[in-house]
């Protein structure tokens, strides 16, 4: 048998690995607000409720949850999370990310 043969055979006797999800301790929240600040090691995303956002000046945000990834895991959520908008917006419709394009003014008369 030659090297690459073997090499070959011994690639397919690799184990590969199975990843089972339990969620039984997730703990479910909303957010409308995210800033994402970053070290070198690592990306920090703070979510949070913003309770007045189409007010004006000074507003509170009040962070709830801060997750904390590597780069290398950001960069795959970030690829998820393009896809998953993606297969949105062919759905539904582009999503508008600029709150004054969508907010509809009453006509007044």
Not at 7 to 33: C, R, T, W
Not at 36 to 54: A, C, H, K, M, R
Not at 72 to 92: C, G, I, P, V
Request: aromatic letters at 6%; charged letters at 25%; a neutral charge.
């Amino acid at each position: 048998m030659s090297e690459a043969q073997e090499e070959a055979k011994g690639g397919e006797n690799q184990q590969i690995q199975e990843v089972v999800v339990s969620d039984s301790n997730a703990n479910a929240g909303y957010a409308n607000f995210c800033r994402v600040s970053s070290t070198p090691e690592e990306l920090i995303l703070d979510l949070g409720l913003n309770p007045t956002p189409y007010a004006t000046g000074k507003v509170e945000v009040k962070v709830t949850h801060r997750i904390i990834l590597n780069h290398y895991t950001a960069k795959r959520l970030w690829h998820a999370l393009s896809m998953a908008l993606q297969r949105h917006e062919q759905a539904f419709g582009v999503l508008e990310t600029d709150v004054r394009k969508r907010v509809r003014l009453p006509q007044g008369g």
